[in-house]
């Protein structure tokens, strides 16, 4: 039986996005569950673009429930998108099961650095992290994304969720029922850029914004 046990799609629209380019992401460094990773210029270039796509799609005030990783990448780059939405930021609400990928002894280190060790990090068939030794696996991420789900899922409404690469790609999963990935044991959407916007309803998902970002996870 796959991991991600289907059950009815919640009645509310989803909005997901992936957050703005970082330092991190710029300098080619692993992040994982880093609690800050500000972004770069671009990054905020990006949250700009998402807010001013989805302003342009839901109007001012939209009745929206803010929800963002607790990571100060996410929650900048939810300010942004706030202010475009004339939403209050504060009223956010976050959750750690939203985070990224635990990366344990690789966090902070240099892809290339790694690599020159001989150590694969990147699965570029499929544009995910190999899991660290020491780190989270993906049925892991399965398990925490679809607490978060089923703990939420009597919120009303719409909502909007800030979230990273590789935990909301598994988010995704998980919410369309997608099956799971060979030697993964998770279910991952497809990849998309730094900055990108997705509309889950009813179990079907569509891209409401692709970012201009560039990272690979």
Do not use: C
């Not at 905020?44 to 929206?64: C, I, N, S, T, V």
């Not at 993906?138 to 607490?147: C, H, N, Q």
């Not at 998980?174 to 997705?198: E, I, R």
Request: glycine share 12%; no cysteine; net charge negative.
């Amino acid at each position: 039986m796959d991991s991600n046990a289907q059950k009815p799609p919640r009645s509310g629209r989803d909005y997901i996005a992936r957050h703005g380019e970082t330092v991190f992401n710029a300098a080619g460094r692993l992040q994982g569950d880093h609690p800050h990773t500000p972004l770069t210029r671009a990054g905020f270039a990006q949250a700009d673009e998402m807010g001013h796509a989805l302003r342009g799609l839901l109007g001012a005030k939209p009745a929206l429930t803010l929800w963002a990783s607790p990571t100060g990448r996410a929650l900048q780059t939810l300010a942004v998108i706030a202010e475009h939405l004339e939403l209050d930021w504060h009223a956010a609400r976050t959750d750690a099961r939203l985070v990224e990928i635990g990366t344990g002894s690789w966090g902070g280190r240099y892809y290339a650095d790694l690599a020159d060790a001989g150590v694969k990090v990147v699965d570029r068939a499929n544009g995910l992290l190999f899991p660290a030794e020491d780190g989270e696996t993906y049925p892991e991420i399965v398990a925490r994304v679809s607490g978060w789900l089923s703990d939420t899922d009597d919120d009303s409404g719409d909502r909007l969720v800030i979230m990273h690469g590789i935990s909301s790609r598994i988010l995704r999963g998980v919410m369309t029922n997608s099956a799971n990935l060979d030697g993964y044991g998770a279910p991952a959407a497809p990849g998309l850029p730094q900055g990108s916007v997705v509309l889950i309803e009813r179990g079907a998902e569509s891209i409401v914004h692709r970012g201009a970002g560039h990272a690979p996870a």
